[in-house]
């Protein structure tokens, strides 16, 4: 029996090396750390791993190579680290991605080319990165069974080439700017789920803004406190 799973939540690692031992490990946990740099090398011995979580920790720059051995992971959260770029090349061998999770960084750009080989992913969350405002349509071209992707509303406003997809969008503020827009400018949506934090808005406000899209569009509505 070989050990696949390993979780190394809130150790307070600064950085990390993988090892002969983890070679057929295929769920990887170091969330919670304190993990600041990474080499290109730090998961090569990992050829077997699916699903691998970096989120929560204290990441500013993903290095060239970094997943360039990671032909089979799946799942990569990277979220709630100190990212400000995503260059073009650094998700390349992610051919097997599903689900990347970059929200709640400090992201100002991603390179329009970062998800040029991420035919098959299908969850896409962008949100809560106050400093990136627009998401372009090239950037979002080769992502064919995107399914869900999520954002902040700055960046829909900004996003108007964007078609053809299931979105969960968590709004503090939405208003009937935004859904003019979403309506007239995205004319192509398959359905919008829009997730409501009832905490910080006026629910019955935004149902009566949303009241006249039912006719151009399939809203699903539910409200969320997270």
Do not use: W
């Not at 080769?142 to 399914?147: F, G, M, T």
């Not at 003019?180 to 004319?187: C, G, P, S, V």
């Not at 789920?193 to 009566?208: A, G, Q, R, V």
Request: glycine fraction near 2%; charge should be neutral.
């Amino acid at each position: 029996m070989f050990l696949e799973f390993i979780n190394y939540k809130y150790n307070k690692f600064i950085d990390f090396h993988s090892n002969d031992f983890l070679f057929l490990i295929s769920d990887l946990d170091l969330s919670f750390n304190e993990i600041n740099e990474t080499k290109y090398n730090t998961f090569y011995l990992l050829p077997k791993l699916i699903n691998l979580k970096l989120n929560n920790n204290k990441l500013v720059f993903l290095p060239n190579g970094l997943f360039n051995q990671l032909y089979k992971v799946e799942l990569l959260n990277l979220s709630s680290n100190y990212l400000q770029y995503i260059h073009n090349n650094i998700f390349d061998n992610l051919i097997k991605l599903k689900h990347l999770d970059l929200s709640n960084n400090f992201l100002i750009l991603i390179d329009e080319l970062s998800f040029k080989n991420l035919n098959i992913l299908e969850v896409l969350k962008l949100h809560s990165n106050n400093n990136f405002k627009y998401v372009t349509k090239r950037l979002l071209s080769n992502l064919e069974q995107l399914k869900l992707v999520s954002f902040d509303e700055e960046i829909f406003l900004n996003s108007t080439n964007i078609q053809n997809l299931k979105l969960s969008i968590r709004s503090g503020s939405l208003t009937r700017r935004i859904i003019i827009n979403l309506i007239f400018e995205n004319k192509f949506f398959e359905s919008v789920n829009i997730i409501f934090n009832y905490e910080k808005i006026n629910l019955n406000y935004c149902l009566n803004v949303l009241s006249f899209a039912r006719k151009n569009i399939q809203l699903n509505l539910r409200t969320d406190e997270g």
